[in-house]
């Protein structure tokens, strides 16, 4: 089964693309093993960010800052991630039109 995600490239606008709802899909975007990424102010339980977990290791290039208002920036999420939605069980879905919308802006 096929589900509308979105990915964020390094130095890329994010875009939405249909992927099957399967692990490596989600490891073929990242380009390699998958981590859970939280984004302060925005990541909740219905939408997930998925990263590559040995990206800083590996030298993926800088995709984009972490920071929390209390202590400014305070890491950097490199290379591509893809953002999809949570269901109430943990298994991921697709984003809907809203959530969408605030991923865009999170970017804009």
């Known amino acids: 089964m096929k589900i509308k995600v979105l ?3 390094p130095d890329c606008n994010p875009e939405i693309v249909e992927i099957e ?7 073929k975007i990242v380009c390699g093993h998958i981590e859970s990424i939280y984004i302060p102010n925005f990541t909740n ?4 960010c998925y990263g590559n977990e040995e990206g800083k290791l590996i030298g993926l ?3 984009f800052p972490l920071a929390d208002l ?3 920036i305070y890491d950097m999420v490199v290379g591509p991630v893809v953002f999809v939605g949570s269901t109430d069980e943990g298994e991921d879905r697709s984003l809907s039109e809203e959530e969408i919308d605030k991923i865009k802006r999170y970017f804009s």
């Open 7 to 9: 990915i964020k490239k």
């Open 21 to 27: 709802n399967e692990l490596s899909a989600l490891q």
């Open 45 to 48: 339980d219905d939408i997930v």
């Open 61 to 63: 290039k800088p995709n």
């Open 70 to 72: 209390s202590i400014g």
